[in-house]
Each structure stands twice: as C-alpha cells, then as structure tokens.
C-alpha cells in the first residue's frame, strides 16, 4: 500500500457511471493511489445540443446512485461543472495530483475535448490515460478487408462474432482509497436536473431505477424472465420481453462486455437462437458507434446524400400533433405517449412513428431525432442518429425509402388485441379489438357504446395514410429524378 503522502490521480467519471467493469477505476485502483472520484458537468460537451430533459433526470439519480456505491467503498463522489480542462487544471493544482484517468467516449463532441485535453496534460507531466469498455471493441478495430469502414450491419456483424470475444469483464474493488484532501464538491441540487415546474417524469420510477444496481437488476430479470423467446416476443409492445437496459448503457451504469457476459453458457436454459438475436442487437449498437466514430455528422447530414434534395414539409400542427400523441392513429399516439409518459419506447413503435413522422407527414427526420433526444431516457447519440437514418432510408444500410409503415396494420399484427393502446390512449380503453386500431371505421353505434366522439374525446386521422404514402414516394421519385 502506496503512503499516504502519495500523489492522488483523478478518475473522471464520465459515460460510464459504475464501478463494475470499469477499467479506469480498476487501474487507478491498482496503481495504489489515492483515488479523487470527479464528475463534471460540461455544458459543451453536448455536442449535439444540451441534455435532454429526460435525461438530466435520469442523470441527477444516477449521479446519487455512484455517489452512494462510493460511500459503501469509503469513497465519495466530487461534482464539478464548466469546461472539463479549467476544471481538471484547477483541481490538479489544489490537490497535486498527477495522473487523469478515464474511460473513452466515442460521439465527436467527447473525442475532440479528450484529445484536446490528453495532450494539454501531457505537456504538463500529468499521466492522462484513457481506458476502453464503453463498446465490447474499438470502433477503429473492425475494418473491412479493403481497411474501410462497414456501411452494411451483417459483415459487421460476422466481423465481431469472429473476431473474438471481448475482454472479460471487471469485478469492482471492495474497497478504494479515497484521497485525504479532496476538493470541494458542488451540491448535485444546485444543477437542477430535475423538473421544476411541473413534474412530468413522476410516472418515470414506475420503469426505471437509475444507476448500477437498478441496470443489474433489470439485466437480472431479463435473463430470468424474458431472454427464452425474445426473438419471437421482441416485437410485440405490450410483452414484457426486452430487457429495457438502454438508459442504463447510455449512461454506462453496465458495461456492453459483463451483458454479453451474462449471456453465455444459458443454452440449457435459453435458445440458442434468442441469445444470439440479443447479442446481434447490442451488436446494432456497436455498429451504431461505428457508424458515428466514422462519420461524425451522422446526427445532422444524411448519410446518402440524395437525401437532401429532399423537399420537407414544415408543418407545425401536425409536428406537435405527433408529439402529443393525437394524430388519430391509435399505434402512434400510444407509442408518443409512452415516450412522454415513460421516457422510453418500445422499439417496433419508435420504428412506426419514425416511419409516420418522415413519410406520411414528410416532416425531416432531424426533427423528430431532436425530441427524441429531449424525451428518451435512453437518448444515445450514435443509437438515435443511426436509426433516424435507417428509417428514413437516408442512412448506412438503411431501411428503404418505399417501405412505409401503415400505421393500422402494423398496430393489428403488433398489437393484435389493443393491450398496448389501451394502456397509453385511455379514451379507447373500452373499444373492442376490432376497431381499436382503426376507430375511424368503427361504426357509429360502437364508439358511442365506448364513449368515444371522433374529433372531441380522439382526433380523426390527421392524414390518410394511402393519399400520404403517394404524396411521400412522388416526393422521393422527384429527388431521385433530379439526382
Ligand atoms: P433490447 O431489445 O433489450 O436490446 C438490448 C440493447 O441493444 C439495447 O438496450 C440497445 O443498447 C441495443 N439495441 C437494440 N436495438 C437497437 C437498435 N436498433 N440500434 C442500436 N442499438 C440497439 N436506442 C438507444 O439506445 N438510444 C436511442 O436514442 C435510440 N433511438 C432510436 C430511435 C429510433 C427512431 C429507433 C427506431 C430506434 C432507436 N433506438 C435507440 C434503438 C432501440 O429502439 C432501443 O435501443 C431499444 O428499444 C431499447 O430497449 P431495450 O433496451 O429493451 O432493447
């Protein structure tokens, strides 16, 4: 054991909100210093905009939830804000330390401050190391045979299944070495993350519970309760039956490698099949950062440029139409309102209303990404993009631009009785099954007996989605033509 005179090092806490499997903790650990647990509040490390309202929820709880673990271990976690290098600099100069350490983040707005900031540090003589863990591999590690990037997710796919597993996940330390002086930490209230004037995300703890323990116990369940199956099952909103641990990756309260862990050697159990589909989803993930780490305008620029001769409409009514869930399509506004209520939705419904969104109302997917990235827990700056993109067809192998959902059909094979409409449009509760996917055809007699008046209690469609599906592949024919 290193004196206590031993210069401390800094672990910057950042994406990565955990103490298992956390390579930058672990080698600080071992290194035998005394440890400053740092987690600054970088307002321009945004990037893409400012945090999201969900999230500066969910990242207050968070923060709370590491805070607490670090206690347990005799540590505790110090809160700083503005620009990560001044914050650093001032801290390494209260507390002589000599060493940074961190975990790597892999959107361009982070990439740019760490290079910034390593090589700032350096020229200082201070020990700037950064760790991977974020992603099972490196985004620069799975090239193409030509050393290109992937643009098509299934040789990506085969490339990471074959190129070994990833490196063993970490056990967290029993108990760390917290520095004798440690700087003085702001007062996480003072940040104010979490909804002042109204509190919109009251129903959140229904789903969620911030921080490592919460994204155990979920990852626990799933393998428990809903991994056998899941390849049949994860297409169906109303099942329990994925594991709802994007919030806690995005914010790196489990790492990518101790899931894929968690997985292996369940074939007594669990189908070989459902393991695999799960494991190829986190791997839509990994091509998600690949995809970003290579083409960093990913959340801004569409990929294929064809796109942006594309003639969006700019409608406002139906744009908020679409966030209030009341566009007279009972999967949309099921699916806008699960978004607000749970700051989370189920992937086939975050596919529909993307879908609706683009095509039947020609509105530009950078729009509906931004409320997304306001509204998800789990808003990911790689995930988010990517799979704008893909539904939009303006992305890496991306979805075609013909393939558009029908709105009604796709809530009937989905959710064929209306459980899950039910649960989030509540003036069609007592609709049969028949028509609660279509109330606009539901005959007079029927939506009286289920207390529904189209246009005063539910909206009637905002579009017809037939007339709105040819206006939007006349609008793609007419940027292929002048391509
Ligand atoms: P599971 O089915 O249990 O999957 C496990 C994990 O695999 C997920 O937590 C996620 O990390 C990853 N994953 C699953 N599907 C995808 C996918 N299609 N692309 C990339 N990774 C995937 N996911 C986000 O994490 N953040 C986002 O901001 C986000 N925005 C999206 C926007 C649109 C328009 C669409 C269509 C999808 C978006 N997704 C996003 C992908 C997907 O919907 C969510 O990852 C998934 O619903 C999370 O639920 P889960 O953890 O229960 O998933």
Redesign the pocket.
């Known amino acids: 054991m290193a004196k206590d005179t031993a210069k401390p090092v800094i672990l910057w806490f950042r994406k990565d909100l955990r103490l298992d499997d956390n390579r930058a903790l672990d080698a600080a650990h071992r290194s035998g210093r005394p440890i400053i647990p740092l987690y600054i509040s970088e307002p321009e490390a945004a990037g893409t905009g400012p945090l999201g309202a969900a999230q500066a929820w969910w990242l207050h709880h968070s923060l709370e939830a590491l805070d607490r673990s670090l206690r347990k271990r005799r540590s505790r976690l110090v809160l700083a804000s503005g620009e990560a290098f001044e914050v650093l600099r001032a801290f390494i100069r209260e507390s002589g330390a000599e060493a940074v350490f961190w975990n790597r983040r892999y959107d361009p707005a982070g990439i740019s401050i760490d290079v910034r900031i390593k090589h700032e540090l350096e020229k200082q003589a201070i020990e700037a190391r950064s760790f991977g863990g974020q992603l099972l591999h490196e985004p620069s590690r799975l090239m193409t045979g030509n050393g290109t990037p992937y643009r098509v997710y299934t040789p990506f796919w085969r490339a990471l299944e074959g190129g070994g597993e990833p490196e063993p996940p970490l056990e967290a330390p029993a108990k760390l070495r917290l520095a004798s002086q440690l700087p003085k930490s702001e007062a996480l209230e003072s940040w104010k993350l979490l909804p002042t004037k109204r509190d919109w995300a009251g129903d959140f703890t229904d789903l969620w519970t911030p921080g490592e323990e919460g994204a155990h116990e979920k990852l626990r369940a799933f393998i428990e309760d809903a991994l056998d199956g899941y390849k049949e099952n ?1 297409d169906y909103p109303a099942r329990p039956a ?5 919030p806690h ?2 914010f790196g309260e489990i790492s990518p490698a101790r899931i894929w862990d968690a997985t292996r050697g369940l074939s007594k159990r669990v189908a070989a099949a459902d393991v695999v589909h ?1 494991r190829k ?2 791997a ?2 990994e091509f ?1 950062y690949h995809l970003l780490f290579h083409f960093p305008r990913l959340a801004s620029n569409n990929w294929n440029e064809r796109f942006d001769g594309f003639e969006w409409r700019s409608d406002d009514d139906d744009f908020r139409a679409w966030r209030r869930g009341m566009t007279g399509y009972p999967i949309i506004d099921a699916g806008m309102r699960q978004l607000w209520r749970h700051g989370w939705m ?2 086939r419904v ?2 529909i209303v ?1 879908s609706f969104l683009i095509k039947d109302l020609m509105i530009d997917w950078r729009r509906g990404e931004a409320w ?1 990235r306001d509204t ?1 827990v ?3 700056p790689a ?2 993009a ?3 993109q893909w ?1 939009a067809g303006s992305g890496a192998d991306a979805s075609p631009f013909f393939r558009i959902f029908n709105p009604v059909l796709q809530g009937e094979k989905f959710d064929p009785d209306g459980k899950y409409v039910r649960s989030y449009v509540p003036e069609l509760r007592e609709l049969g099954a028949k028509y609660i996917h279509r109330p606009f055809e539901a005959p007079r007699s029927m939506l009286d007996e289920a207390g529904i008046a189209l246009g005063q209690t539910y909206p009637k469609p905002i579009v017809d989605h037939a007339l709105a599906r040819n206006r939007a592949l006349a609008a793609y024919n007419a940027t292929r033509d002048a391509a």
Do not use: C, G
């Not at 994925?242 to 994007?246: A, D, F, I, K, P």
């Open positions: 994860r994925t594991s709802m641990l994007s990756l995005a799960f989803e986190i839509w993930r998600s189920h992937n975050r596919m993307a997304f998800l789990d808003a990911d995930n988010n990517a799979s704008w539904v």
